[in-house]
């Protein structure tokens, strides 16, 4: 068998992305493509004839957090053999391993009035099973929103049981390395973990990976946000042995902070802490004495915005989030009340990631269309969360009042490649667009999404971009979906 090998710039250095610090990753990336007749692997796939088949399914799903369970279970539950892999030895995604720790995009923005829920669905399923075992709060407020924080263990636990329940097969510890197209059509991915490398063969992908991992590894195109300029990452920390009533009472019930606290930490800005963010959002959570922080922003040393698909600048994020972490901490205990006695309970496992590659997808989902609330016929998830851009000295908040906007079912499937959908915050959007649809409550509904249009897909032997967007609507709407 003879097979030609072609080699071309790095898919970071092809989507705009000039991180000094990348160079030599970018060439230690730089794309490699295997051509054996019929076939196009990537050079991870490359010997893929000879690895051990572990699994031949219906689908495999790449990626545990809110859009993967979701996807997963849905598909499973509808008779389908299912495989999810997830490189952590837990679920939860951004929401578990980088603490975001909220559900945002629950409930309607509104200038008057109570909270009301307008996402439902797989996304209520879930909330309801935290809710169960104690691990989701009540409705905080949230600016013009409320948003709800969960208990990140209780996360893992519930995933873990809607999971089992359905019968999907769960391989954690396990990551993919590469992907098998055959005809332009994927065909399965290449897993690796501790025990060796092998293949799973799917007749349908679903990449939820946060990253479009999948996507990009098969060379089909992406983006980083504007030009290459993405939101920067947090490192979420939960603070404990905090005096709640004190607390509540002098900062209010608005978990966005107050002008007095923004004062405060430019005062302390001055004094020599490392706070480079004026406006800090604090929500409590599910256990006494306990406030989930955000309040860090990462940039690189040198200024510039960090790209975490990048190692080098993954590492400088995790090194500065966490120095950052115990200055705001600091802050805390000498300038708020009911946090004198307090501690660092912990950050999350990673920086808070909320934007890195986006798809090239069928359909877009616009500034426009978020800024006029559309509603489509083929709208498989509302979202009234407001464009929420973290990208400069301060968050920037654009309200979406007593409405919201649908997402189109085409953003989910990538223009090139067949046989794969996405899930999550990978979507093809627009950057400001993205800074919306990006939230929990929406992934889980792209998954649920995703997992519909893959049932209708098998069932009717369609590609992707030929499944009915108004179908795939029916289907979710029938399971519950506020559609």
């Given at each position: 068998m003879t097979c030609s090998v072609t080699r071309s710039s790095s898919l970071i250095t092809q989507q705009g992305w000039t991180s000094p610090t990348g160079a030599m990753y970018n060439q230690y990336m730089s794309d490699m493509s295997v051509e054996f007749p019929g076939w196009r692997l990537d050079a991870a796939a490359s010997d893929a004839a000879h690895l051990p088949v572990l699994a031949d399914v219906d689908v495999v799903v790449v990626g545990g957090g809110a859009a993967g369970v979701a996807a997963a279970t849905v598909c499973a539950e509808g008779g389908l053999s299912v495989v999810i892999v997830e490189r952590y030895g837990f679920f939860g995604g951004a929401a578990v391993a980088g603490m975001s720790g909220t559900i945002c995009g629950l409930y309607l923005a509104t200038e008057s009035g109570g909270p009301r829920q307008v996402v439902h669905g797989f996304t209520e399923r879930f909330r309801e099973g935290l809710a169960e075992r104690g691990g989701v709060t009540g409705p905080q407020k949230y600016g013009k929103t409320w948003t709800v924080a969960h208990d990140p263990l209780v996360w893992r636990e519930v995933a873990d049981d809607f999971l089992e329940r359905a019968g999907v097969r769960i391989l954690l510890h396990t990551a993919v390395t590469g992907v098998l197209v055959e005809?332009?059509?994927?065909?399965g991915v290449v897993v690796e973990s501790n025990a060796g490398r092998s293949v799973i063969r799917a007749a349908r992908t679903i990449d939820a990976s946060g990253?479009?991992?999948?996507?990009?590894?098969a060379g089909h195109a992406t983006r980083f946000g504007d030009g290459g300029r993405i939101q920067n990452p947090t490192m979420f920390f939960r603070l404990g042995n905090v005096d709640l009533p004190a607390f509540r009472e002098a900062y209010g019930e608005d978990t966005i902070c107050p002008p007095w606290v923004s004062s405060a930490i430019e005062s302390a800005r001055a004094d020599g802490l490392g706070l480079p963010r004026s406006h800090v959002w604090l929500f409590h959570t599910t256990r006494p004495g306990e406030l989930l922080v955000n309040a860090t922003?990462?940039?690189?040393?040198?200024?510039?915005?960090?790209?975490?698909?990048?190692?080098?600048?993954?590492?400088?994020?995790?090194i500065d989030g966490r120095r950052q972490v115990?200055?705001?901490a600091l802050f805390l205990?000498?300038?708020?009340?009911?946090?004198?006695?307090?501690?660092?309970?912990?950050?999350?496992?990673?920086?808070?990631?909320?934007?890195?590659r986006s798809i090239e997808a069928i359909e877009e989902l616009t500034n426009a269309d978020v800024l006029?609330?559309?509603?489509?016929?083929?709208?498989?998830?509302?979202?009234?969360?407001?464009?929420?851009?973290?990208?400069g000295d301060r968050p920037e908040l654009r309200w979406?009042?007593?409405?919201?906007?649908?997402?189109?079912?085409?953003?989910?499937?990538?223009?090139?490649g067949e046989n794969i959908i996405v899930a999550g915050r990978c979507l093809g959007a627009e950057h400001e667009a993205l800074a919306s649809a990006r939230v929990t409550a929406q992934c889980f509904e792209y998954g649920h999404a995703a997992a519909a249009a893959t049932l209708l897909s098998l069932r009717e032997d369609l590609p992707y971009r030929s499944v009915s967007g108004a179908d795939v609507r029916a289907a979710m709407h029938a399971a519950g979906s506020s559609l």
């Open positions: 005809h332009g059509r994927h065909a990253d479009a991992a999948v996507v990009a590894r922003r990462l940039v690189g040393r040198d200024g510039r915005m960090l790209n975490v698909v990048d190692p080098e600048d993954f590492t400088e994020a995790e115990r200055d705001y205990r000498q300038r708020v009340p009911g946090c004198a006695g307090s501690f660092v309970v912990d950050t999350g496992v990673e920086v808070g990631i909320r934007q890195t006029a609330c559309r509603k489509r016929a083929d709208g498989i998830v509302r979202s009234p969360w407001p464009i929420e851009l973290h990208s979406l009042l007593d409405d919201f906007y649908e997402v189109p079912y085409l953003a989910l499937v990538p223009r090139a």
